[in-house]
């Protein structure tokens, strides 16, 4: 079984790290990653938990695909009680850290407790220790890096780790890894630097030996490559654009929220777009994109590594930003261009390099800035409450703002709340363009209904990666929907969201599944593991995990009232594009999605699914 079959618990409290083996059981209900880690946290959190306390327990967990030869099977999980929602947080990154931690020989890290001063967990195959990290505090992510590497002389250590905005308490604070890859929504970063736990440092060298059938292993992964490689968007659109494809499609279709939503097309898309990226530049003649980057084990590579233009008013005076770095996707893009107005491809990718570097989610930050520049046109806040002119469009203010959430200073301090408690506090909540706290990403609910409903209903806050049905509604995979068409999107949404509950939990990256479907991932989870695992099944452990999850948020005081878009959405008309004239129909669809579910007139699972599903 590809399974490691040991976890590591550590106390931060006591100070103590201890083995014990994986719980077999649950590991064949839940997979791994996603499944396991929440199935490990609602077994031992109460719900009501104060996320920030040391009562709090979070979670790094692998996948069985993890650190296999499965295409992108490189991902990893971390798993709390979120900050900025009060919800079941649950946040998957790429890069290399979780392969490391299975070569390691283990299958997760649960951290319990709080320590009394900062620490890091220090991973070397079976030698485990917590250590000092006083002189890793108030370190940046990319620094803390570079100390450990440098002073534990391994350079191909991988490190997990936060920075400023973990420790200085900003609600949407990430957890990094390989310098720009990150589990970056709903303040995991924020639980760990809670808790003192600076870093996570792993070298594992034994490899994933464990797989049950490797012969039939191989012939499944090689094949399910040769899917991905065959399919235009896997094999051809991410490797030479990235997710930032997607910038002048959505924009076309009329669903680009722009200037906090009032608007859903922004009329500088162009200049923020994958293609802007690979054009060389009136400046300096440089291209701002310089290649793409693959994760651990992936042949899909969209990744992007940027260079920006070194006489730009960002970095004019800062050479420490002049090296190629990590590039812009379509949500960062997003959030720190479209959302604000704001067209300076540099701007933006300056201020997404100081959200990876010091750790927090550009989706959250940018969403809440869109907010900010609201109130500020509105004449809300002024320019002697927030240090800085902040219209829409402004490009300055925009870096000027990252600089002060970054550090907690100013009015950065407020930015690093997220949109929810920052409106609510000056008067508006309905400028919070958020679900149960968390903001949207890139697509407008109002014209693509289907991403709507996901958003109202996604466990962990409003999200795209929770049941991707952009997917259907505007690339036609695996069949092509009509994005303004409410009718049948609750079935859509259903079926989406538990299969990428178990795309996540098997430790594979969900952009697979633009090529593949869970038939493509049931063989190859069938011959690592060594157990029955047919497309059904995956199927139904994505339900399981999506109703645990569902039960956990309401077992926490979340109501049928949470599944709910902001004001905006439900009564002001998209202005412009094919969707003109559109709200979004939630009201119309949720009760079908409840019944999809079945789950009772108040969102709650019925006795029968509850037993159906085996919870």
């Not at 923020?272 to 793409?292: C, F, Q, W, Y």
């Not at 107005?341 to 930050?365: H, R, T, W």
């Not at 309401?554 to 969707?579: C, Q, S, V, W, Y």
Request: charged share 20%; net charge negative.
């Amino acid at each position: 079984m590809s399974w490691a079959g040991k976890i590591l618990r550590v106390n931060l409290t006591a100070g103590t790290v201890k083995s014990e083996p994986l719980n077999m059981e649950w590991a064949k209900a839940y997979l791994g990653s996603r499944g396991l880690g929440s199935k490990y946290l609602i077994s031992e959190v109460d719900p009501k938990v104060d996320p920030l306390s040391a009562d709090n327990k979070i979670i790094w967990a692998t996948g069985p695909l993890t650190g296999t030869m499965a295409s992108t099977g490189g991902r990893y999980t971390v798993i709390t009680k979120g900050p900025l929602t009060g919800a079941i947080a649950c946040s998957n990154s790429g890069g290399y850290w979780g392969a490391e931690l299975k070569m390691a020989g283990w299958d997760m890290i649960i951290f319990e407790g709080a320590s009394a001063k900062p620490v890091y967990l220090y991973i070397n195959d079976d030698e485990v220790e917590l250590r000092d990290a006083g002189h890793l505090w108030g370190q940046s992510v990319w620094k803390t890096e570079e100390i450990l590497k440098s002073s534990l002389q391994d350079p191909l250590l991988r490190v997990s780790s936060i920075g400023k905005a973990g420790e200085n308490g900003v609600l949407y604070a990430a957890v990094v890894n390989d310098l720009h890859r990150a589990a970056g929504r709903s303040g995991v970063g924020t639980v760990m630097g809670s808790k003192n736990l600076k870093a996570i440092a792993v070298r594992g060298t034994k490899g994933v030996g464990n797989v049950q059938n490797p012969k039939a292993f191989m012939a499944a992964a090689k094949a399910a490559k040769k899917v991905l490689a065959d399919n235009a968007v896997t094999g051809q659109g991410l490797p030479a654009y990235g997710t930032q494809v997607l910038m002048n499609v959505i924009n076309e279709v009329g669903a680009l929220p722009t200037r906090n939503h009032r608007d859903v097309q922004f009329e500088s898309a162009n200049d923020i777009s994958a293609e802007a990226m690979a054009t060389p530049r009136e400046t300096d003649g440089k291209k701002h994109l310089v290649t793409n980057q693959a994760c651990f084990g992936c042949t899909i590579a969209c990744g992007r590594i940027s260079k920006m233009d070194e006489g730009h008013f960002s970095v004019k005076n800062k050479p420490e930003y002049w090296g190629a770095s990590g590039g812009l996707e379509y949500e960062a893009a997003w959030a720190l261009g479209a959302a604000n107005g704001v067209k300076d491809l540099e701007a933006l990718q300056y201020a997404n390099m100081v959200c990876n570097e010091e750790g927090f989610d550009p989706i959250s930050f940018g969403a809440t800035i869109g907010a900010v520049m609201e109130l500020y046109e509105m004449g809300v806040l002024t320019k002697e409450q927030i240090g800085v002119e902040a219209p829409f469009g402004s490009a300055e203010a925009l870096c000027e703002f990252a600089d002060m959430t970054a550090k907690g200073i100013g009015f950065g301090k407020e930015i690093g709340l997220g949109s929810k408690r920052l409106t609510a506090k000056y008067g508006h909540p309905d400028l919070s363009m958020s679900v149960k706290g968390q903001e949207f990403p890139a697509y407008d609910g109002r014209v693509i209904q289907g991403i709507g409903l996901a958003y109202a209903t996604s466990n962990r806050g409003a999200c795209h990666l929770r049941g991707y049905t952009i997917a259907s509604e505007v690339l036609g995979i695996p069949v092509k929907t009509e994005p303004t068409e409410h009718e049948g999107k609750p079935e859509l949404v259903k079926a989406f969201q538990d299969a990428t509950a178990a795309f996540d939990s098997a430790g594979i990256c969900i952009f697979t599944s633009f090529a593949w479907t869970l038939a493509d991932v049931a063989p190859q989870v069938q011959a690592a593991c060594g157990e029955e695992f047919t497309m059904e099944h995956l199927a139904h452990i994505g339900e399981r995990i999506w109703n645990m999850e569902r039960e956990f948020n309401n077992a926490a005081g979340f109501t049928k009232a949470d599944d709910n878009l902001p004001k905006r959405l439900m009564t002001e008309a998209a202005k412009t594009g094919p969707g003109k004239g559109m709200v979004s129909k939630l009201t119309e669809m949720l009760p079908k999605y409840y019944d999809a579910r079945g789950w009772d007139g108040e969102g709650r699972p019925t006795p029968a699914t509850r037993e159906r599903l085996g919870l």
